[in-house]
């Protein structure tokens, strides 16, 4: 069979030749992030795993190595293979990271989670041989933890279907709002062993409950049904009066007061129990993120396969009828519709292809506009990380510290968080 091209078909040939590439992108975009979703479930299995090992650590050395070590030791070995798993998934979409054009800033997070998975072995043999401090196993598995969830954050930014990205939005938050639980559970751990909270403390548990908050109204915009609804039982059950009761003791008691020590294994169950829960609120979401994958990439397939069927009919009928010029009644320029009949396509045909290629610019646009409340949330929280560090550098202050000042700045002058973090990285130049 000739197929030669018609000298006079090459500008309607082209068209739907980018046609159909539009299409293809839009199905290897989703097989991507089909492959992706394994390496986020892994992510979140592995960072949860790593909360708990985290508190049973620092229940470990707190004791003296004289509690939690049998339950250390299984945590050690599930998370052996949670790690396991995370870097099986991570071999398996090896190639689409390293071989398509994807976020340098994925790939380098992605660097720093391994490195920091490495080192992990050393830090536990020097718990085991006490010779890590409590603050120092707590700072590598913030650190390690941080690193993983903005492989997720890293990922979400890559995205290009709105539906999508904005359930990756919303994992990436309930993820950073249930680290944040963590680390108030071993902050509040800690004043209610010693029987205290000096000052700094409180202000870090008042930071830490603030900062959970935050998190969990962007996720709260962006959650599936069903993970609302598990996010509304969490909030109704009743341990989340007793958890605030505490949390009150903890800010309001003062350092001249003492509590009772015994107060310290209620709090870790009952925060422990918290974190269990947002845990399966994140695998809610997850599972959202996979079947949205699933059924967006069903329709592109069941698309591409209608749009080739139509464009292979409207070929057939250019190699059949005599060329036409096109009828300007459906809103197409004179120019278009002269440029179009002079390459000889026929009336139906040139409109139907123009049409397709007019329904495709739409649907990129509305997807474009849809994706942008997305992408702000994901803007706003690197904006204001990028302003913490900067008052961390100009004032030489805490991580604490710079969230706290951050917040004033924006209440004294009554705007939005994100207003203020823009305005401070705008002016990082005056500021250094």
């Given at each position: 069979?000739?197929?030669?091209?018609?000298?006079?078909?090459?500008?309607?040939?082209?068209?739907?030749?980018?046609?159909?590439?539009?299409?293809?992108?839009?199905?290897r975009?989703?097989?991507y992030?089909?492959?992706?979703?394994?390496?986020?479930?892994?992510?979140?299995?592995?960072?949860?795993?790593?909360?708990?090992?985290?508190?049973?650590?620092?229940l470990?050395?707190g004791?003296?190595?004289?509690?939690?070590?049998?339950?250390?030791?299984?945590?050690?070995?599930?998370?052996?293979?949670?790690?396991?798993?995370?870097?099986?998934?991570?071999?398996?979409?090896?190639?689409?990271?390293?071989?398509?054009?994807?976020?340098?800033?994925?790939?380098?997070?992605?660097?720093s989670?391994?490195?920091?998975?490495?080192?992990?072995?050393?830090?536990?043999q020097?718990v085991?041989?006490?010779?890590?401090s409590?603050s120092?196993?707590?700072?590598?598995?913030?650190?390690?933890?941080?690193?993983?969830?903005?492989?997720?954050f890293?990922?979400?930014?890559?995205?290009?279907?709105?539906?999508?990205?904005?359930?990756?939005?919303?994992?990436v938050?309930?993820?950073?709002?249930?680290?944040?639980?963590?680390?108030?559970?071993?902050?509040?751990?800690?004043?209610?062993?010693?029987?205290?909270?000096?000052?700094?403390l409180s202000?870090?548990?008042?930071?830490?409950?603030?900062?959970?908050?935050?998190c969990?109204?962007?996720?709260?915009?962006?959650?599936?049904?069903?993970?609302?609804?598990?996010?509304?039982?969490?909030?109704?059950?009743?341990?989340?009066?007793?958890?605030?009761?505490?949390?009150?003791?903890a800010?309001s008691?003062?350092?001249?007061?003492?509590?009772?020590?015994?107060?310290a294994?209620?709090?870790?169950n009952?925060?422990t129990?918290?974190?269990?829960?947002?845990?399966?609120?994140?695998?809610?979401?997850?599972?959202?993120?996979?079947?949205?994958?699933?059924?967006?990439?069903?329709?592109?397939?069941?698309?591409?396969?209608?749009?080739?069927?139509?464009?292979?009919?409207?070929?057939?009928?250019h190699?059949s009828?005599t060329?036409?010029?096109?009828?300007?009644?459906?809103?197409?320029?004179a120019?278009?519709?002269?440029?179009?009949?002079?390459?000889?396509?026929?009336?139906?045909?040139?409109?139907?292809?123009?049409?397709l290629?007019?329904?495709?610019?739409?649907?990129?646009?509305?997807?474009?506009?849809?994706?942008?409340?997305?992408?702000?949330?994901l803007?706003?929280?690197?904006?204001?990380?990028?302003?913490?560090?900067?008052?961390?550098?100009?004032?030489?202050?805490?991580?604490?510290?710079?969230?706290?000042?951050?917040?004033?700045?924006?209440?004294?002058?009554?705007?939005?968080?994100?207003?203020?973090?823009r305005?401070?990285?705008?002016?990082?130049?005056?500021?250094?």
């Open positions: 069979m000739n197929t030669k091209r018609h000298p006079h078909m090459t500008a309607t040939a082209t068209a739907a030749e980018f046609l159909m590439a539009s299409r293809q992108c839009e199905i975009n989703l097989e992030f089909l492959q992706m979703g394994r390496l986020v479930q892994s992510v979140g299995n592995l960072v949860h795993g790593l909360q708990r090992e985290r508190g049973a650590t620092n470990y050395l004791s003296g190595c004289q509690r939690f070590a049998r339950e250390r030791t299984a945590m050690v070995k599930e998370n052996d293979q949670l790690a396991a798993t995370f870097r099986q998934a991570l071999a398996d979409i090896q190639e689409d990271l390293t071989t398509h054009p994807v976020s340098s800033p994925l790939l380098g997070h992605i660097a989670a391994l490195h920091s998975l490495d080192q992990l072995p050393g830090l536990r020097r085991n041989d006490q010779e890590a409590v120092e196993a707590t700072e590598w598995f913030c650190d390690s933890i941080h690193q993983l969830i903005t492989v997720v890293e990922a979400a930014e890559t995205v290009a279907e709105p539906s999508i990205a904005g359930l990756l939005v919303a994992m938050h309930v993820m950073n709002g249930k680290e944040y639980c963590g680390q108030e559970r071993a902050a509040g751990s800690a004043g209610f062993s010693s029987g205290h909270f000096d000052n700094a202000r870090r548990m008042m930071h830490l409950v603030e900062a959970q908050e935050r969990f109204e962007v996720f709260v915009g962006f959650a599936s049904e069903e993970s609302l609804s598990l996010w509304q039982a969490l909030r109704a059950h009743p341990r989340e009066l007793e958890i605030e009761r505490m949390r009150q003791m800010v008691v003062g350092p001249y007061k003492s509590l009772d020590k015994d107060m294994d209620r709090w870790f009952l925060m129990e918290r974190m269990d829960d947002l845990k399966k609120i994140e695998d809610s979401v997850e599972s959202a993120f996979h079947h949205r994958c699933v059924e967006r990439y069903t329709e592109a397939r069941h698309s591409l396969a209608h749009q080739e069927t139509l464009l292979a009919s409207l070929e057939q009928r190699a009828t060329p036409v010029l096109v009828v300007c009644d459906n809103g197409v320029e120019g278009a519709a002269d440029a179009w009949a002079g390459e000889g396509v026929g009336q139906q045909s040139g409109r139907s292809i123009f049409d290629v007019q329904e495709q610019t739409r649907r990129l646009r509305q997807m474009s506009e849809e994706l942008q409340s997305a992408k702000e949330a803007e706003d929280r690197r904006t204001q990380e990028k302003a913490v560090l900067l008052l961390m550098g100009h004032r030489n202050i805490s991580n604490d510290e710079a969230h706290r000042l951050l917040r004033k700045l924006a209440m004294d002058q009554g705007k939005r968080l994100p207003e203020v973090a305005a401070l990285v705008s002016m990082a130049g005056v500021l250094s």
